[in-house]
């Protein structure tokens, strides 16, 4: 699932670099950082949550 998530906000993050896709937040092509950055807190969080939860 997250391979999954991650795989998709990267292509959306592609697409924003060739074409933007007028969302709010995102109405330039050098806005892609902001979707690369919220994968990257997004994974870095995930991985901290599945590390805590091992022993359970």
């Not at 697409?15 to 994968?39: E, F, M, N, T, Y």
Request: charged residues 10%.
């Amino acid at each position: 699932m997250l391979k999954i998530f991650l795989l998709l906000a990267f292509l959306i993050a592609a697409i924003q670099v060739i074409k933007p896709l007028g969302w709010p937040g995102l109405r330039k092509r050098s806005d892609a950082w902001k979707l690369v950055a919220g994968v990257v807190a997004f994974t870095f969080a995930s991985v901290i949550l599945s590390a805590l939860f091992q022993g359970l």
